[in-house]
Nanobody, 125 residues
Framework: QVQLVESGGGLVQAGGSLRLSCAASGRPVSNYAMGWFRQAPGKEREFVAAINWGGGTTHYANSVKGRFTISRDNAKNTVYLQMNSLKPEDTAVYYC??????????????????WGKGTLVTVSS
C-alpha cells in the first residue's frame, strides 16, 4: 500500500505562486509515475500534471502548461507542483495520485491506483 499526503495549499491572490508537496509513505514510489489532479467546485476531477519515475518525462494539461511545473525528489519520496501565475480558475482541491507503474499514457481517474486526500487551493481575483 502507498499512502499519499498533500500539503501546501492555501489562499493566494491572482498572479501569485504556491508550491504543493505530496509525501509518500508505506512503500517507495521511486519506481512509479506520479501525477496531480484537481477538482473545482461543481466540476469533475481533471488531470493537471504528471512525471515519470525518473523525472525525465513530464506531461501537462494545456490549461497549466507554462505556468505549473511538476518535479520529484525520490530520496525524499516526495513530488512537488510549483504553481505560478495563478488564476481564479485554478481554484480547486488538488490531489496527488500514482498508477503504481513507471508510466501510463492515459492519465484518468480509473487508471490511478493510489490517491491522496487533497489540499485546497483558492485563488482570489
Amino acid at each position: 500500500q502507498v499512502q499519499l499526503v498533500e500539503s501546501g495549499g492555501g489562499l493566494v491572490q491572482a498572479g501569485g505562486s504556491l508550491r504543493l508537496s505530496c509525501a509518500a509513505s508505506g512503500r517507495p514510489v521511486s519506481n512509479y509515475a506520479m501525477g496531480w489532479f484537481r477538482q473545482a467546485p461543481g466540476k469533475e476531477r481533471e488531470f493537471v500534471a504528471a512525471i515519470n519515475w525518473g523525472g525525465g518525462t513530464t506531461h501537462y494539461a494545456n490549461s497549466v502548461k507554462g505556468r505549473f511545473t511538476i518535479s520529484r525528489d525520490n530520496a525524499k519520496n516526495t513530488v512537488y507542483l510549483q504553481m505560478n501565475s495563478l488564476k481564479p480558475e485554478d481554484t480547486a482541491v488538488y490531489y496527488c495520485a500514482t498508477p503504481g507503474t513507471a508510466w501510463v499514457y492515459s492519465w484518468t481517474d480509473r487508471v490511478m491506483a493510489y490517491w491522496g486526500k487533497g489540499t485546497l487551493v483558492t485563488v482570489s481575483s
